[in-house]
């Protein structure tokens, strides 16, 4: 009933940029937080960035300095800036959102399938 789409994943090359972005859609009456993750062959899934739908945000340290996270919130949208990209940065960027649904009196967690960005030269 809910679906998280992502976009803006790619090749770029080190010190490059990309602008991801995902759109919440269906049954939302409101999303508390939405937050971007990663995960590269042979390690574990880490927190990218993450905001709430007061504009909180927090960031992975490897990533501070060079990742923005944004939302609009009338979009159901959350954003994510990068640049001064490195190899270490390759991996499955996945969306996620705790929100909730018209009829039902308690948070859910759903998750995107992923885009990949791959930096190299």
């Known amino acids: 009933q809910v679906q998280l789409v992502e976009s803006g994943g790619g090749l770029v090359q080190p010190g490059g940029s990309l602008r991801l972005s995902c759109a919440a859609s269906?049954?939302?009456?409101?999303?508390?937080?939405m937050g971007w993750y990663r995960q590269a062959p042979g390690k574990q899934r880490e927190l990218v960035a993450a905001?709430?739908?007061?504009?909180?945000?927090n960031y992975a340290d490897s990533v501070k300095g060079r990742f923005t996270i944004s939302r609009v919130n009338a979009k159901n949208t959350v954003y994510l800036r990068m640049i001064s990209l490195k190899p270490e940065d390759t991996a499955v960027y996945s969306c996620n959102a705790v929100l909730r649904q018209v009829g039902v009196p308690y948070d859910v967690t759903y998750w995107g399938k992923g885009t990949l960005v791959t930096v190299s030269s």
């Open positions: 269906g049954n939302i009456f409101s999303i508390n937080v």
């Open positions: 905001i709430t739908s007061g504009g909180s945000t």
